[in-house]
């Protein structure tokens, strides 16, 4: 997907290299099946008499059979696309839109899915369907489509202007649609093929308007909410929109605005802004969360909902959020949410229980494998924690030791029933960071961490616990003859300890790796040299058998717990920067993920690598665990800067080794990518390196390029023909010498979806 950010002056376009084709249908596995087990929750729908389908970020689509009380995960070809909105006619048709132009049908609830050409690029945020043919969608960039024929074809509208940023749509009747946005309402009297401004009377300002939703209740009124940004403010119509009346707000406002045709409403915006109306919103009364007690617990923000005529609501958020009310929005419980933006660490004890640790003192737990998350024990009012979670361990299924260790303050948490409850043992604040611990058996652990304040000693530090975790000796055993900073600790026995991370002499820092056989009385020291920016990380899958790799693209194993090792390093990846994550099921088979965001596969302990997964079509996945098998859990790392983290699911075939990365690995969606660009900058010959499926059509593709402000400065289409070749990675070549230096931006499309990238001309 594409999104473009505008600054001042300058255009930048970032990217995650993905091109679909319309109208093919696309099965959920053919060869590698990967979905999101954590992210924000966009849109919620019922679906038939039982069914809730909920979609959201990086492809996820949740479906509960029973009306919301439990739920399972739908995975989607769409692990690349963060999902906006869905529309569902039954419990098995329905339509989803979301990034760069995305729309796509299903007719067997998710199991495959046809994608519809939308001719757009910019994120369609929103959709409607008056009946079974007639439907509109919205989105950024001024986007608004019709369709006419059930969402088979799509047309654009005409009116809106080109930078609207429209996030809601409604279609009153087949000729009457409000479409809602920032700073904008617009209105179509001829079903959406046409549009103008609408205007709202005197009491909300023309200027600084931001409606987050448009929306009607079975007895006709439409209702529009937003803000001024404040007050927040909603107003209803019950003429299709040709006069407006206010109703008053709870102060906070809503992201979330539902009426019955009785009247009765909820207005949701965040743990503590959940009310209910009897009287169609002329007053509003405070909603509960389990209890005060439970309100104080918690934090997520609303991004949709749903009512149902029986009092059934059910709303959907940021972090993986549900929540579910039986009394129409009075009272409210928790289904699930993950209280972290940023994971510092995932463990799984099998396939359904697991943990994930991280940011906003952020403590989830699953026992469904990641479809819901339960965060009830993370903090109470009296014991809240402070920290960002570097490490979690799981004892046993009922004990579990987790660490918060950055240079501001350190603190270690327990919990002996399983994640029911926990307690905290605070450190002394030293500027230590502390990343890392283990535990030898069920009362012996160690911490290892180091200095890392402007004045910080060169050496290292480890703190043990003989109580299980309990409590932790402060002083710790500081180590000053090596400037050695830990990444991860591991027993290998209750007296044999390694840990590897840089040797923090020289620059840049070099990969080293330390063993004690005495319990970590004492220890002895290995330096790699070409383990530049030393090891981020090592995995033993036993305790002879280890590897460890890190930024420089090296992997080193043994076969001896540590005493030599030697380079198994993927020789055909000589373009690789560098590898986040390295890890093995047993002493054979592991997976290799690497900074370009491919993904290597190994079935004879390392010797061999072969690439599963081409550079560019998934963002780097900072760790992976397996769970079964042929299943993962991984740490998605961001795409682009202020995005949240997101946890994905894995699922190998059982022939992974015979899996070429020129497949279509991921549901066949890539057709096409711009490998390489060089020299970037250039001062006139650019040369690109082009992939392509074996199915892509080169008559299809269309290659441009353009300077920043969007004008269109070469057409490569007949050079494009000439040199690419499906199923091969072809290179091409053109000249802009007779172009100024600045900065330019090369585009690859199949006439259904592009991506991007940018370089960069030299005087």
Not at 238 to 251: F, K, L, N
Not at 655 to 663: F, G, K, P, R
């Amino acid at each position: 997907m594409i999104k473009f950010i505008t600054e001042p002056g300058r255009l930048v376009v970032l990217l995650a290299l993905l091109c679909l084709t319309a109208g093919r249908s696309i099965a959920q596995q053919e060869t590698l099946e990967i979905s999101a087990l954590g992210g924000d929750l966009n849109d919620i729908e019922f679906a038939g008499d039982k069914r809730v389908i909920a979609v959201g970020q990086s492809g996820v689509m949740l479906i509960s059979d029973d009306r919301g009380q439990t739920w399972r995960q739908q995975p989607t070809p769409f692990v690349n696309f963060d999902l906006a909105a869905c529309l569902f006619s039954s419990a098995e048709r329905g339509t989803v839109v979301g990034e760069n132009g995305l729309i796509a049908q299903t007719s067997d609830a998710g199991q495959s899915w046809t994608l519809r050409e939308s001719g757009v690029e910019s994120t369609l945020s929103d959709l409607h369907f008056i009946d079974a043919s007639r439907g509109v969608a919205v989105g950024r960039e001024g986007a608004i489509l019709t369709t006419l024929d059930g969402g088979q074809s799509w047309l654009r509208a005409t009116g809106a202007p080109p930078d609207a940023i429209l996030t809601s749509v409604l279609m009153a009747d087949a000729n009457t649609v409000i479409a809602a946005g920032w700073r904008i309402v617009l209105g179509s009297s001829d079903g959406g093929r046409s549009w103008s401004v609408m205007d709202l009377g005197p009491e909300i300002p023309e200027e600084g308007v931001i409606l987050s939703e448009v929306g009607s209740d079975p007895a006709g009124n439409i209702y529009l909410s937003g803000s001024t940004p404040a007050p927040h403010f909603a107003l209803k119509s019950g003429d299709e929109g040709t006069t407006w009346e206010s109703i008053p707000m709870p102060a906070a406002g809503n992201t979330a605005l539902r009426f019955l045709a009785d009247g009765s409403g909820i207005s949701l915006r965040s743990q503590q802004d959940l009310h209910t109306s009897a009287d169609g919103g002329q007053s509003w009364t405070a909603s509960s969360l389990q209890g005060q007690t439970e309100q104080q617990r918690y934090n997520f923000a609303i991004t949709a909902a749903a009512l149902a005529p029986d009092g059934l609501a059910l709303a959907v958020g940021i972090n993986r959020t549900i929540i579910r009310s039986t009394n129409g929005g009075r009272d409210w419980s928790v289904q699930s949410l993950l209280d972290s933006r940023h994971f510092g660490d995932i463990e799984f004890r099998d396939r359904l229980n697991g943990i994930a640790v991280g940011d906003n003192s952020g403590i989830s737990l699953t026992r469904d494998g990641g479809v819901t998350w339960d965060t009830r024990a993370d903090k109470t009012e009296e014991d809240e924690f402070s920290s960002r979670f570097t490490d979690v361990v799981y004892i046993d299924d009922q004990r579990i030791r987790a660490v918060a260790g950055r240079s501001s303050n350190t603190t270690t948490v327990f919990s002996d029933d399983g994640g029911a409850s926990w307690r905290e043992f605070d450190m002394p604040n030293r500027g230590l960071s502390i990343p890392t611990m283990d535990f030898a058996d069920d009362m012996t652990g160690v911490m290892a961490g180091y200095e890392s304040t402007g004045l910080a000693r060169p050496g290292w530090f480890l703190f043990r616990s003989s109580d299980g975790g309990h409590t932790w000796d402060t002083d710790g055993k500081y180590f000053g003859d090596e400037e050695f900073a830990p990444n991860v600790i591991k027993y290998l026995s209750p007296d044999v300890l390694i840990a590897a991370g840089r040797y923090r002499r020289g620059t840049p820092h070099r990969g080293m790796f330390v063993r004690s056989f005495d319990g970590g009385a004492s220890w002895e020291y290995q330096t790699f040299d070409e383990m530049t920016n030393g090891i981020s990380t090592m995995h033993f899958p036993d305790s002879r058998t280890g590897f460890v790799t890190g930024l420089a693209g090296v992997v080193l194993k043994t076969e001896d717990g540590g005493d030599t090792w030697r380079d198994i390093s993927p020789e055909a990846v000589s373009d690789t920067v560098g590898f986040r994550s390295i890890v093995f099921r047993d002493a054979s088979f592991g997976l290799l993920m690497g900074l370009d965001r491919r993904l290597l596969v190994t079935s004879d302990g390392g010797d061999t690598w072969r690439n599963i997964l081409p550079g560019g079509r998934l963002p780097t996945m900072k760790k992976m665990a397996f769970t079964g098998p042929l299943e993962l859990i991984a740490i998605r790392q961001t795409r682009f800067p202020g995005d949240s983290e997101n946890l994905l699911k894995i699922s190998l075939p059982s022939d992974i080794t015979s899996v070429d990365a020129d497949q279509n690995v991921v549901a066949g969606l890539m057709k096409a990518t711009l490998s390489g660009i060089s020299p970037n900058p250039v001062r006139n010959i650019v040369r690109l390196r082009l992939r392509c499926a074996p199915d892509a059509d080169p008559q299809n593709m269309r290659l441009s390029v353009y300077a920043s402000d969007g004008r269109l400065l070469l057409d490569l289409n007949e050079n494009l023909r000439r040199s690419a070749r499906p199923g091969m990675e072809s290179e091409l070549e053109f000249s802009m010498a007779a172009f100024a230096s600045g900065s330019y931006f090369i585009r690859l499309s199949d006439g259904i979806r592009s991506f991007s990238r940018t370089f960069l001309v030299l005087p």
